[in-house]
């Protein structure tokens, strides 16, 4: 098999005459945690379910584990498992009858992995799966897709209604199942201090369009922000390439950049008298800016997409 577990080619999803994801070429890699990162309704769902066969490419072309995604087989199935947004469950059973109902269909079980998620959400095997709360649900899914032990595991939204410790559990999941075998998680999530713990590599979807697939350290590398301090007279700035945003207030001027190079760092130096200073971001910061309202995105898709 390739060295990635998912690869798209030109993937792309109309509803009607609305088009949700657009040309997407996608690579992800095997053992990777692949965070899919992108505002609300910029298509990573769509994209998961087309992924899974669950909905129809409208172009374009997905593998899965090596196989065609719209032609999965049922084995090619069980080696993945899939943790939908919402956490549905079987509300009439409780906990233990999840566990034994889900267990039969699938060749291998690992009982103790499901008992080990089970304790971690603190969940009494004998209550009824309905009375669960939301983030409890959660946990009862995330037992129910760890313990087939798949090789590719894809979680849309699985931190949705977690509470800070369950959270970290579902991360300590995540890293667990990655770091004892070589298996893949593709997730999806808006809490992007999770996913900077977490995942070695990332892609960014913006209105259905791949705006940077790299690793996580890649894009905090190519996302800066400076500081330059002033004392009310605000140095000028000619038209820098790969501005993203500028925020000024009486004394400091902040400017994030995308790729920019050391070049254009000594100019602002030069024309700032040395009063500049980086000031660390983190990822959320990063994305909020990178997908932020700036309108040159061309600027974006050239620059950042398939970055290595
Ligand atoms: N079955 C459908 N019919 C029509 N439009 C749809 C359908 N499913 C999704 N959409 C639209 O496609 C766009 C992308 O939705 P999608 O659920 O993939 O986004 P998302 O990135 O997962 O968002 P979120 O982070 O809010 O969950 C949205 O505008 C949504 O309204």
Not at 66 to 91: F, M, Q, T
Not at 206 to 234: M, P, W, Y
Request: proline share 5%.
């Amino acid at each position: 098999m390739s060295e990635y577990v998912i690869e798209t080619q030109g993937l792309t999803k109309y509803f009607g005459k609305t088009c949700v994801v657009s040309e997407l070429n996608l690579k992800v890699p095997k053992g990777s945690i692949f965070g899919f990162l992108g505002r609300n309704g910029a298509g990573k769902s769509t994209t998961i379910r087309m992924l899974l066969g669950l909905v129809e490419p409208s172009r374009g072309s997905a593998q899965v584990l090596g196989k065609d995604c719209w032609n999965l087989s049922p084995d090619d199935r069980a080696r993945i498992g899939y943790l939908p947004e919402g956490h549905h469950v079987y509300g009439w059973m409780t906990i233990e009858e999840c566990g034994k109902f889900q267990a039969a269909f699938y060749k291998h079980w690992n009982a103790s992995i499901f008992e080990a998620v089970l304790s971690h959400f603190r969940l009494d095997r004998k209550g009824r799966a309905g009375n669960l709360s939301r983030g409890q649900r959660a946990g009862l899914c995330l037992a129910l897709v760890l313990a087939p032990e798949p090789e590719l595991l894809i979680l849309d939204d699985p931190a949705l209604g977690l509470d800070p410790v369950a959270r970290r559990s579902l991360i300590q999941s995540m890293l667990y199942v990655t770091r004892t075998t070589d298996r893949t998680i593709l997730f999806s999530s808006h809490l992007l201090s999770d996913v900077e713990r977490v995942a070695d590599e990332i892609a960014v979807l913006d209105l259905g369009t791949l705006r940077a697939s790299c690793k996580l350290e890649t894009f905090r590398q190519h996302v800066r922000q400076f500081v330059i301090r002033h004392d009310g007279n605000e140095p000028p700035l000619p038209d820098l390439p790969g501005l993203l945003q500028t925020f000024r207030t009486d004394t400091e001027t902040s400017l994030t950049f995308a790729n920019i190079g050391p070049a254009e760092i000594q100019r602002i130096q030069v024309l700032t008298g040395n009063r500049i200073e980086e000031v660390p971001l983190s990822l959320e910061d990063a994305f909020v800016t990178y997908v932020g309202e700036r309108g040159a995105k061309s600027f974006f898709t050239k620059d950042l997409e398939d970055v290595k």
